[in-house]
């Protein structure tokens, strides 16, 4: 079947009215002005300059509204992503050219799970994982902000979670107070706006306040040791310029694959995330499947401009659903206000205290964090809780990357062992009572079996793990019979290992004279076994699709 890809934009304008534009615009334009000190935080965080956030949040944006499968999706860049850009911006290997191309295979990546409908795959991934890797990225991200917040002008700070820590201990005594005071300024402003103004963003008036005193403190108090983004980027400009990039090596490509698909599969998660959340709060159904197209052609696209990667942002999403925006037009005029916002009043950036930064950061990984969530899956099931601290740890000490392959192959492990405890394997060598299992077959109610005839029921998916059991569990019978009737109505699949082991019974059952007589088989299961060719080698008389049937057919053997 063929993806249909309808961007929710065009459906939009069908029934489009002047109302529904005016709430767009002011959603748009106060999503605009929230949006601009996330960019810009996010994008000296994650190791480049100001305006290359900037520029994700206005192209990335833009397209992801313009092509996106939800009506209130607004894109742009995220603080998911802040720890594996700088953590390939910081590679002498890869740098800011190995960051555009694995963006670029990322955002391919995303278009190819859109078009191989993977939109619903990608949303069942243990909640645990989720928790524990963005947990982990809170905690990495709070940790690159110590410097700033502290004001302790260390200029070499190591990579790994911690070294790093063990040289903020080193250098504690270096605190700058004036930091210190302008970063709890910022943290303590955007706690206490909302309680005053809804509308207004805590983080914009931190940036405005601070921004205001730490000027008048080095203007007219001669405190000159404050930091700002002019003194790390003195050639900050309001330029979009399209900056293509050499295409890599071979080698360098094995190099940058595993970073992109941990892009792509942060990316697909956040923005899916984002999108589910927003649906519940409007009543809407997006389309999982066009939003990963759209968060892929962002993720193509922005490389070339110089920006960094995409995907849906949930607090400006909930922004702009709160401020009434209900269709893509007010994420297009978001891109178009941050734009007007970067063309002339960039300049006015360069006076933005880094400490200050560093608060609004802080805030943003304590909301991230999701301690209370992560409190409360600690007291699940053991293999919640395994899942959810191994990821937060490999997250938090190691890499992004490994935690995410880690915590996938571990949630697969104990899903698996969680499949085979359930699933079952039963004998019946006297009577079948239907009237127990509401199987009524015609007038019987009771099955009676002859002497040599034994019932094997499998009660869950006939794969490798239960089809293991199920032979360990034929080994240990003592007497052997004359027909076996292996009973698979709760067989839903088998995989090639069930159908091998399937075979193998067979064959030694043929060995040992022991008729097999199947029972229940689905026509999913029928088909695995007629193109195995196991249903010829069986016999199709002894392949029956109820009960009754194949104990008729099995007594049937017995003289």
Request: proline share 4%; charged share 15%.
């Amino acid at each position: 079947m063929i993806l249909k890809f309808k961007p929710k934009l065009f459906i939009t304008f069908k029934n489009y009215t002047k109302d529904k534009f005016i709430a767009d615009l002011m959603a748009g334009l106060i999503v605009g002005i929230v949006a601009l000190p996330l960019a810009i935080a996010f994008g000296i965080a994650s190791g480049v300059s100001p305006e290359q956030g900037l520029i994700t949040a206005i192209i990335g944006g833009f397209i992801v509204s313009f092509l996106g499968g939800s009506n209130v999706q607004i894109g742009g860049p995220t603080g998911a992503f802040i720890i594996i850009v700088f953590g390939i911006v910081a590679n002498p290997e890869l740098g800011i050219s190995g960051l555009a191309m694995a963006t670029v295979i990322a955002g391919i990546m995303l278009m190819l799970m859109g078009f191989l409908k993977m939109g619903t795959v990608i949303k069942f991934i243990p909640y645990p994982i989720i928790v524990g890797f963005t947990s982990g990225i809170a905690l990495t991200i709070f940790s690159t902000q110590i410097n700033d917040l502290l004001g302790l002008s260390i200029n070499d700070i190591p990579g790994d979670f911690i070294s790093k820590w063990e040289v903020y201990f080193t250098n504690i005594g270096n605190i700058n107070l004036v930091a210190l005071a302008l970063s709890f300024a910022s943290i303590f402003l955007i706690i206490i706006t909302p309680k005053f103004l809804k509308k207004i963003p805590g983080s914009l008036i931190a940036i405005i306040v601070v921004t205001a005193i730490a000027y008048l403190l080095k203007t007219y108090a001669d405190i000159t040791n404050i930091t700002t983004i002019g003194d790390k980027f003195p050639d900050l400009n309001a330029s979009i310029k399209f900056s293509g990039f050499e295409l890599p090596s071979m080698e360098k490509i094995k190099l940058l694959l595993p970073p992109a698909f941990t892009i792509a599969m942060l990316g697909g998660i956040e923005s899916l995330l984002s999108a589910t959340v927003a649906d519940g709060v409007i009543g809407d159904s997006h389309n999982s499947n066009t939003e990963l197209i759209a968060q892929g052609a962002a993720n193509i696209v922005v490389p070339f401009f110089g920006g960094i990667p995409v995907t849906g942002a949930i607090a400006r999403t909930m922004t702009n659903i709160n401020n009434g925006g209900r269709s893509p037009v007010a994420g297009i005029i978001h891109a178009l206000a941050l734009l007007l916002i970067m063309l002339f009043l960039i300049p006015l950036a360069k006076y933005i205290p880094m400490a200050c930064l560093a608060g609004v950061l802080t805030i943003v990984s304590y909301n991230m964090s999701e301690w209370r969530t992560f409190r409360s899956l600690l007291r699940n099931s053991k293999s919640d809780a395994t899942v959810l601290i191994t990821t937060f740890l490999v997250t938090t000490i190691f890499d992004l990357t490994i935690a995410i392959e880690i915590g996938l192959l571990l949630a697969m492990l104990l899903f698996m062992r969680r499949m085979i405890e359930v699933s079952k394997v039963s004998v019946t060598t006297d009577v079948i009572d239907l009237s127990q299992e509401k199987e009524i077959y015609q007038k019987e109610e009771k099955l009676a079996l002859k002497k040599g005839v034994e019932v094997y029921e499998i009660d869950g998916p006939f794969f490798f793990g239960i089809a293991n059991k199920f032979d360990a569990y034929m080994k240990v019978i003592g007497e052997k019979p004359k027909v076996r009737i292996i009973r698979m109505r709760k067989v839903p699949f088998m995989d090639s290992t069930g159908l091998r082991n399937l075979e193998i019974l067979y064959n030694l059952s043929k060995a040992e004279s022991i008729v097999i007589v199947l029972s229940g088989v689905n026509e999913r299961v029928r088909q695995m076994l007629v193109t195995s060719g196991l249903a010829a080698k069986i016999g199709e008389d002894n392949i029956c699709d109820h009960i009754s049937k194949a104990v008729e057919k099995g007594n049937s053997y017995i003289k």
